[in-house]
């Protein structure tokens, strides 16, 4: 009865319309069924993307459109340093630098190969809770290029300072804080909550005994990560890898690493010794494949066979040749995967 009644009032209001207003309503509300059906197909990297190609000043809170539970984010304050545009890496983000900066192009030319055959920018647009983690993230530019591709992004930089940039760089990429998630601390393999000494020495910073500064310590196993597996580990901490990967011997045990990226110093022998880092990698860590970056072109050299591993120090350390090294844990990238060229190819001095 009372289902009636409320379809005879809902058919009067209805009809209470002239015609051409009916016919106005319901194209008003088929129009607007399309457009929030389009809206809500797209990531928050690709709205923020859009606003921007608008002009936009102003922040538009994404949680306003998407339901998200952000607080409200308002137009960026003065950066404290100079705004960069890093526009060699698609898509584009911005970086907020002291003094002078210029990002390294040539850098990380062969890094982002490997991220292109590994479609880290799809991946992260069809699941935007695909996780990425930036450890040594220094001013940002691996963690922020990973939040422009719409991962969730979690950046590790012991520098206070530093980390003030890093926020700032987040904010002028207008990204939600329940996707990028900044600490200011170090990553490595002492008790979580430990206070340990480091150097900051211009572009760079390590942990030292004798430091002048301090910072806490955590352990990539005991942070309550937002979802059950992490994409890419990078890390950059200046000869001190060993360390952070062993913070992280849970989260390999339980193949919840799928990929990992990191500088290779093997100048820096007063440190951690970079002898047993590859070996720890391949043995202990248990990676499927191994291969060395080009420090300047987009070349990829690999996988590495074992003897490789165990030359690989000491070829190395009479170059004082800087690399990347990229390994892969997860078991369903095959390695046909990756395009890369024979390892006995490569020189350093190349």
């Known amino acids: 009865m009372m289902r009636n009644r409320f379809q005879n009032v809902t058919r009067s209001i209805f009809l209470g319309f002239p015609k051409v207003s009916r016919w106005v309503l319901i194209s008003t509300f088929i129009v607007f069924v399309i457009v929030f059906y389009k809206i809500d197909s797209y990531s928050n990297g690709e709205l923020s993307d859009i606003l921007r190609s608008f002009g936009q000043e102003n922040y538009i809170s994404l949680r306003l459109i998407r339901g998200a539970s952000d607080t409200d984010t308002t137009t960026p304050v003065n950066p404290p340093g100079n705004v960069v545009d890093v526009e060699d890496r698609k898509p584009a983000f911005k970086l907020v630098v002291k003094d002078t900066y210029t990002p390294n192009v040539e850098g990380t030319q062969a890094q982002d190969r490997v991220l292109q055959q590994l479609q880290l920018y799809e991946t992260c647009q069809r699941d935007a809770s695909t996780i990425v983690v930036d450890v040594g993230s220094y001013l940002g530019e691996f963690g922020l290029y990973a939040a422009a591709c719409g991962c969730t992004v979690y950046m590790f930089e012991m520098q206070q300072n530093i980390v003030t940039l890093i ?79 062993r913070s992280a011997t849970k989260l390999f045990a339980e193949n919840r690493i ?93």
């Open 167 to 245: 926020h700032s760089s987040v904010d002028q990429n207008y990204f939600l804080p329940s996707r990028v998630h900044v600490y200011h601390n170090a990553i490595s393999d002492v008790p979580s909550d430990t206070t340990v000494k480091y150097t900051a020495d211009g572009s760079s910073s390590f942990i030292s005994d004798s430091g002048s500064s301090s910072v806490q310590a955590m352990r990539l196993d005991d942070i309550p990560w937002s979802s059950s597996s992490i994409f890419m580990l990078h890390v950059d901490v200046e000869g001190y890898e060993l360390n952070v990967l």
């Open 258 to 350: 799928h990929h990992l990226m990191f500088k290779y110093h093997p100048w820096w022998a007063d440190r951690t010794s970079q002898s047993t880092l590859l070996p720890y990698i391949r043995n202990e860590l248990k990676a499927r494949f191994i291969y060395a970056l080009h420090r300047t072109e987009n070349i990829i050299y690999g996988p590495l066979r074992p003897i490789d591993i165990a030359n690989y120090y000491d070829q190395h350390f009479k170059s004082q040749y800087q690399t990347d090294i990229y390994a892969v844990f997860v078991k369903n990238v095959p390695r046909s995967a990756i395009k890369s060229k024979p390892y006995n190819s490569y020189k350093p001095s190349d």
